[in-house]
């Protein structure tokens, strides 16, 4: 019986499946491994932007393995596709609107202007809910720009042009335009005014914010007025209702905003909360049993596992019941209606959020700029609340940042995801709603905001005293004359698929949210800063945008499209369809040479016979399973289209693996410079144990041609320049003052190329396996798989190669690369056991040895192992300001890292001054902030090894992700890290992190 009741009957009929079906439902993107990393120039680069003094490159990386082997092309930064420029000098704020063009004047026509105008309405078609108007403000007045096939100034209409414009847009389902002046509203018909309302408050009108059907307008003086859209049956048929908000609170309104919920979040009871829930999950049936929240759950268990007064016996058919009745509820309630909201922020730093259009008060938060990483309810709250806000006396609130501007708005799929933005000060502040029912007030919304950390440093570059000058000349000329409030916050729908947010200001950003990710956060600092931004959907610019840059040019852009932007770099990915292994970059012909590989089964063995190497057909059974071989070749590809360029791919024969790949630059005498670049390749051929191993030397040139007709990719050629084999595999390749180095076994060469042949100049012995090579200047940094690294120095004049210094200690190295601090050298070497180790040459220093060893001055256990470095010049632009970078800067090379599980690492030499103020902020930082899962990271970072060394860790190094997540931190916390490091204020902090932030942000 018990039996029967665990497995069953055995009359019971089973299923049968014979055969399965795999579909990919979804996938994430990923770069790793990063087996090879390095940097080139991309293909399009808008003329705009060709006068910049730092180059630009962009990121290509192999990656994945098998038939999902790609090169990833990444750029951290965006660079728009600007369509054409305009110089309009005086503008201060822009906005576009939908609307039906004026149709030109009937006039008999032949019939070839008939099928023009038959295309051009087609191509109209096309754009659907363009933007016909674009209109900008000036200081005093304001123009109307027709948008359609070209751009014209539009002289009558209905539009106010004697006077500013503080907001302008869309109503009544893009059907009307209301344009707000600081003087009244209008609303319009295309360019037919239909209502004009002035509006006396006693002072102008300096903000606006409109959610169809409502318009609430903001004074300097804090006078809040709501329009709203009303259908009328005289005149046009709809008019605007004034409504003047009767707000409890008589402290000033700094900034305002409307929002309309369509996510079912903003409710004040649960009831609403449970239903808009069962209209989110109607089309997944559920029968999963959720708590209870006003309940209190003493035992573990059961917060655990689940409520343990429901049988896990339950009959079937209960289930099947509840079920039915679920969904037959959420069948009903599967619409959501929207409601209206409207977030006011006050002069006492308290936000406040009310109903529309009653306006009555359902959630204030104290303190507001605090930037506490929960913000609840204050409405009655106990002292004891997460963000403390009446309790505490104005003396121990610090000097709070005015908070002047917040935005409201639903991001991702179908909106259903709510965030809270503002401008407090020159940081910007970012929370995600989610559901809380813990409190049980009548009337108040049942939510929470989650603050989300970017870690953003979006301030301007300038000394305390200028950026204090300035603020209070703002202030005081703002109080003297007000002025609209230009807003750095701009919300957009549908710019090349995407909707989000774009940050305008010194430093400016989009915040990029998809249908499925999470809040991506993109720079696009090559203009430097931008000052109004806004949606541009037109014939000529299809989802494209428009913004104003500092020197006041109107910039018509779009997005690069052959980008995907949900990630946490903007990133491409060119399927290979076969394992890449190696990439290098021509900088002379602008194309990357990719070394690949496919898995062929082999039948066939390596002889020898009477000294002579053949290949022996093997004979096995039927069933026998033929071992897969790897079969290596190397292609050219272009940056233009990322396709292989035909005629270009070089296969290598069999059982030859490819095991280095550089492009160098030779001694020629074909050049002004007497360098050219050459590609060369190494290889070994993997016969087996019985027969000696050896290798290849290969030199290439990449030249060009007249391209065939129809490919334009055939411009460029290989030419061979030199083949021959050598004694050895070939295990590492790298130039140094116009010689060729390379490592065959044991011994480290270097050749002269002269007449495509190459002449032994200088030789040396060194460890077991060199298989990396890093040269600067006549220097040159070899890795050993097992005996760690070793300096050496080629001198050209006596044609010597010698051994500077080595480390002494066992290490397995990955990679190794320079680390450049004006005239000091260090030397970065990465090994198995994931640490990062910095060793410099100091032959004064003791540890030295008379200067034969390397000094380790630094290490740090990164967590995974880094197999690709290569270094950039610190970038000496900042957006913010036209100023060029100090001369100390100038001359500091950051060194960038890709990681085997897909990241991407740089490290950077800082003063000692910084050194020492980020040591003792990442101390402090280690014990008085929660970490993820209560890790340590200071026990994370520390050098690792599996055979005890005799010597202690150096660290040294300062972990950058730490010190970086002092941004995430709110006010107060800031201020007591700022006062045990020892400074007054957490400004110089912030300073420092900026200046670091902006001098690495390549890409």
């Avoid at 948008?147 to 907001?167: A, K, N, R």
């Avoid at 339950?314 to 009745?325: I, L, P, R, W």
């Avoid at 012995?765 to 220097?779: E, G, M, V």
């Avoid at 090379?893 to 085997?900: E, K, Q, V």
Wanted: aromatic share 8%; with cysteine.
């Amino acid at each position: 019986m018990d039996e029967l009741e665990v497995y069953g009957s055995e009359t019971e009929g089973g299923t049968h499946l014979s055969s399965y079906t795999f579909e990919v439902c979804d996938s994430i993107m990923n770069i790793g491994p990063c087996g090879q990393i390095t940097m080139g120039e991309p293909a399009f680069l808008s003329e705009e932007f060709s006068g910049i003094i730092d180059p630009d490159i962009e990121l290509v990386s192999t990656s994945g393995y098998g038939k999902n082997g790609a090169l990833s092309v990444l750029q951290r930064s965006i660079r728009p596709q600007v369509v054409t420029t305009f110089e309009l000098p005086g503008c201060t704020d822009m906005w576009t609107v939908v609307g039906n063009l004026p149709k030109p004047d009937s006039s008999p026509v032949d019939a070839e202007s008939l099928e023009t105008e038959e295309k051009d309405n087609k191509d109209k078609q096309d754009i659907k809910d363009g933007h016909a108007y674009l209109i900008l403000s000036r200081e005093d007045s304001t123009m109307i720009l027709q948008t359609g096939q070209e751009i014209m100034e539009l002289d009558h209409s209905g539009f106010i042009t004697s006077e500013p414009t503080v907001y302008a847009s869309n109503m009544g389902n893009n059907k009307y335009i209301i344009q707000v002046s600081p003087s009244g509203v209008r609303l319009l018909e295309e360019v037919k005014q239909v209502q004009h309302i002035p509006l006396d408050l006693g002072s102008p009108i300096i903000q606006c914010s409109v959610i169809d059907p409502y318009v609430l307008v903001l004074s300097a003086e804090g006078q809040l007025v709501m329009l709203n859209l009303r259908p009328d049956s005289f005149g046009s048929g709809v008019r605007l209702a004034l409504l003047k908000p009767d707000l409890q609170t008589e402290t000033r309104i700094e900034c305002m905003c409307l929002y309309k919920d369509i996510s079912g979040l903003f409710v004040t009871s649960k009831e609403d909360n449970v239903s808009n829930i069962a209209s989110k999950s109607s089309d997944v049936p559920s029968t999963s049993v959720g708590f209870n929240l006003e309940q209190s759950v003493d035992d573990e268990d059961e917060l655990l596992y689940g409520d343990s007064s429901i049988s896990l016996m339950t009959d079937g058919s209960k289930v099947d019941q509840t079920t039915s009745a679920v969904n037959e509820t959420a069948t009903k309630t599967k619409e959501v209606s929207p409601t209206f909201w409207a977030c006011l922020y006050r002069e006492n730093h308290s936000l406040e959020i009310y109903s529309v259009p009653d306006f009555k008060l359902s959630y204030v938060i104290h303190q507001f700029p605090m930037a506490y990483q929960t913000l609840q309810d204050d409405y009655k709250t106990s002292s004891s609340s997460a963000n403390t806000s009446d309790k505490k006396s104005d003396k121990s609130i610090p000097n709070l940042e005015p908070v002047s501007e917040i935005v409201l708005v639903g991001l991702g799929n179908k909106k259903s995801r709510p965030y809270l933005l503002a401008c407090a000060g020159e940081e910007c502040l970012m929370y995600e709603v989610f559901p809380c029912h813990l409190t049980s007030s009548t009337g108040r919304l049942k939510i929470r905001f989650k603050k989300t950390d970017h870690n953003l440093i979006l301030r301007e570059k300038k000394s305390a005293k200028a950026k204090t000058r300035a603020k209070s000349e703002a202030a005081e000329k703002q109080k003297n004359n007000p002025k609209a409030l230009v807003s750095r916050l701009r919300y957009f729908e549908d710019i090349s698929g995407y909707s989000g947010v774009f940050l305008c200001g010194p430093y400016p950003h989009w915040l990029f949210m998809s249908t499925r990710g999470s809040p991506r956060f993109h720079p696009m600092g090559i203009d430097g800063k931008i000052t109004s931004f806004t949606p541009f959907h037109n014939v000529n610019c299809p989802k494209g945008f428009l913004f104003f840059n500092r020197l006041g040019e109107l910039r018509i852009s779009v997005l690069p499209t052959h980008l995907s932007y949900d990630a946490t770099w903007p990133i491409r990915k060119v399927p290979l369809r076969c394992t890449p292994h190696m990439i290098t970059y021509h900088p002379e012909s602008k194309t990357y040479t990719v070394v690949s590989s496919t898995q062929d089964p082999c039948s066939k063995m390596m002889r020898v016979k009477e000294e002579e190497r053949e290949l022996v057909q093997e004979v096995r059974d039927d069933r026998f399973v033929w071992p897969l071989v790897e079969k290596f070749s190397f292609q050219l590809f272009s940056p233009v289209s990322w396709e292989a360029i035909p005629n270009t791919k070089v296969e290598m024969e069999d059982f030859e693996n490819i095991t280095a790949l550089k492009s160098v630059y030779l001694r020629s005498e074909e050049t002004h410079s007497g360098l050219k670049c050459y590609v060369a390749v190494g290889t070994n051929m993997c016969y087996g144990e019985e027969i000696t191993s050896r290798g290849r030397i290969m030199l290439f040139s990449i030249i060009e041609v007249v391209p065939e007709p129809g490919q334009p990719l055939t411009k460029n050629k290989i030419k061979m320049i030199y083949d021959k084999e050598q004694k050895g595999p070939v295990t590492a390749l790298a130039h140094v003052e116009g010689y060729l180095v390379g490592a065959i076994g044991q011994k480290i060469y270097i050749w002269a190329l002269k007449d495509n042949d190459l002449s032994g100049v200088a030789f040396i012995d060194t460890q077991i396996y060199i298989h990396t090579i890093t040269s600067i200047k006549n220097l040159m940094l070899i890795g050993d798989i097992h005996k760690s690294v070793s300096l050496l120095r080629f001198q050209t004049d006596f044609r010597v190669l010698s051994n500077v210094a080595r480390d002494p200690k066992v290490m397995e190295v990955y990679a190794c690369d320079y680390l450049v601090d004006n005239t000091q050298l260090g030397f970065l070497v990465t090994d198995k056991e994931q640490n990062l180790n910095l060793y410099m040459y100091q032959p004064e220093a003791r540890e030295s040895v008379g200067g034969t060893r390397l000094v380790r001055r630094g290490d740090m256990n990164i967590g995974t192992n880094i197999n690709s470095m290569f270094r950039l010049r610190c970038k000496l632009s900042d957006p913010s300001t036209e100023k060029r970078a100090s001369t100390i800067i100038e001359k500091k090379h950051t060194t960038f890292m890709g990681t085997l599980d897909g990241g991407i690492n740089f490290i950077l030499p800082i003063t000692e001054k910084v050194y020492r103020r980020f040591l003792m902020l990442q101390n402090v930082m280690s014990t008085h902030i929660q970490h993820l899962a209560g890790l340590n990271p200071k026990a994370h970072r520390l050098y690792k090894t599996k055979c005890k060394n005799l010597t202690n860790p150096q660290r040294n190094i300062i972990d950058g992700d730490l010190v970086f997540s002092f941004m995430s931190l709110n006010e107060n916390e800031k201020g007591d890290l700022a006062r045990k490091v020892g400074l007054t204020s957490p400004n110089q902090i912030i300073e420092d992190l900026m200046e670091i932030d902006r001098i690495t942000s390549h890409f």
